[in-house]
């Protein structure tokens, strides 16, 4: 499974696949199959990658849906508009 919310979080942060790989201590190439699903994801990693965008994992990798979700210690208030698109919301 392409992990899509991934890919498009990393690319709005503005981080390459090479950062990412770097701020994980794992390759380049390991980095780019957990993206493109070719990688089994371990919890252990999704809690590093989550980390790194302050978000829990789930808000990246598990199929669910909140209609408000307020991240603990975020410098902004986020609302999910859907399981893709963030809208940054003031409150």
């Known amino acids: 499974m392409k992990h ?3 890919i498009r979080i990393r690319k709005n942060k503005e981080y390459t696949c ?11 190439s390991y980095y780019s199959q957990i993206e493109n699903g070719n990688r ?3 919890y252990k990693m999704a809690v590093k990658i989550a980390s790194i965008f302050k978000l829990y994992p789930d808000d990246i990798f598990y199929r ?13 208030k986020i609302k999910v508009i859907s399981y893709f698109n963030f809208e940054e919301e003031n409150l």
């Open 4 to 6: 899509v919310n991934l």
């Open 18 to 28: 090479e950062n990412m790989a770097k701020m994980l201590g794992i390759s380049t």
């Open 40 to 42: 089994k994801l371990d």
């Open 64 to 76: 669910y849906y909140e209609r408000y979700k307020v991240i603990p210690n975020h410098p902004k």
